[in-house]
């Protein structure tokens, strides 16, 4: 990872089958977005979703965006793709090569709710640090020159990152909080990789580490 990209995280994705409608190259930016206005209500019911297209400059259609209109055709969205011009460019300053994951966990639900106890009893605090005491895998908040606070986040693992590392509390916690099937894999290289399966799509969401 680049140093002036450690706050970033680069999200993988793949659908289990594929979607005739967004074959190409493109890229989704702002996600933030698109969520808020998948979940606006006027879209709920019997709305009109449109894959929008491109000509390229070798005659091919290029998904270029969604648009979004309720059923009464009085409330429209578009969502705009990142081309794959843009894509490209940015894969070149993005390369993240195969690790070894120190420890491997499939986080329960009462695990991520304790992370959110945790999180919100040290507001202050922007990272955690992931360690493993025996077989706990334990994450800690803070220094104990002031306010702290650690807990058990799942016992019996089996590895051991040998680094102090620091991940971002926030942006675990929105990943964690995604519905599907979850990984959580630390490696000693400085990233963490949590998996999201969905069922339907499987996403890596590979997250640059820092050091205390």
Same mark, same amino acid.
């Given at each position: ?29 702002? %996600?933030?977005? %698109? ?8 879209? &709920? ?15 091919? &259609? ?5 648009? =979004? ?26 390369? =993240? ?17 304790? +992370? ?14 992931? &360690? ?43 990943? %964690?909080? %995604?519905?599907?099937?979850?990984? +959580? ?28």
């Amino acid at each position: 990872f680049p140093s002036h990209d450690r706050e970033s995280v680069i999200v993988q994705a793949s659908f289990k089958n594929p979607v005739p409608e967004f074959i190409g190259t493109f890229g989704m930016p702002n %996600l933030g977005k %698109l969520n808020t206005i998948l979940n606006i209500p006027e879209y &709920k019911e019997e709305a009109d979703l449109t894959i929008t297209y491109k000509d390229t400059d070798d005659g091919q &259609k290029q998904p270029s965006g969604i648009h =979004f209109e309720n059923k009464t055709g009085d409330f429209k969205n578009d969502y705009r793709f990142m081309s794959s011009e843009i894509i490209t460019d940015k894969l070149k300053s993005v390369k =993240f090569k195969g690790v070894k994951w120190n420890v491997e966990v499939e986080p329960t639900a009462a695990s991520i709710q304790r +992370l959110k106890f945790q999180a919100s009893a040290n507001s202050e605090e922007t990272t955690f640090t992931a &360690k493993t005491d025996g077989s706990d895998l334990k994450f800690f908040f803070g220094d104990h020159s002031s306010h702290a606070g650690n807990f058990v986040f799942q016992s019996g693992v089996t590895g051991s990152p040998s680094k102090a590392w620091s991940w971002p509390i926030a942006e675990v916690i929105a990943i %964690l909080n %995604l519905t599907g099937d979850k990984k +959580l894999r630390i490696s000693d290289e400085g990233a963490a990789q949590i998996t999201v399966d969905t069922g339907i799509a499987e996403y890596n969401f590979i997250i640059p580490a820092q050091t205390k």
